[in-house]
């Protein structure tokens, strides 16, 4: 199975920006479709964006307009630009793509107000 590695997160101010890296062990070109999760304590983790191998993208009502996500297949990492960060993006952010099993360690973003 290939491996997820995320990265790119941190603390940063309401406003700011963070740009998520997930790179793959292998090739992500098979991959029929890759994502960006997130998740707090106490809730169960939601899909933030995502993208098919085709470009089509997908985003959640709350980041549409602010996160972007994009993969790029040579070098076999999938990425998320984050703009306009508020307090309550703040989470533990994972990707995915469909038939994986497991999770990776995931990158944590902070936002403070």
């Known amino acids: 199975q290939v491996h997820l590695v995320e990265s790119g997160g941190g603390l940063v101010q309401a406003g700011g920006s963070l740009r998520l890296s997930c790179a793959a062990s292998g090739s992500i070109s098979s991959f029929s479709a890759m994502g960006w999760y997130r998740q707090v304590p106490g809730k169960s983790r939601e899909l933030v964006a995502g993208?098919?191998?085709?470009?089509?993208?997908y985003y959640a009502n709350s980041v549409k307009g602010r996160f972007t996500i994009s993969r790029d297949n040579a070098k076999n990492t999938l990425y998320l630009q984050m703009n306009s960060l508020k307090p309550e993006d703040t989470a533990m952010y994972y990707c995915?793509?469909?038939?994986?099993?497991?999770w990776g360690q995931g990158t944590q973003v902070t936002v403070s107000s």
């Open positions: 993208i098919s191998s085709g470009g089509s993208t």
């Open positions: 995915q793509a469909p038939g994986r099993v497991g």
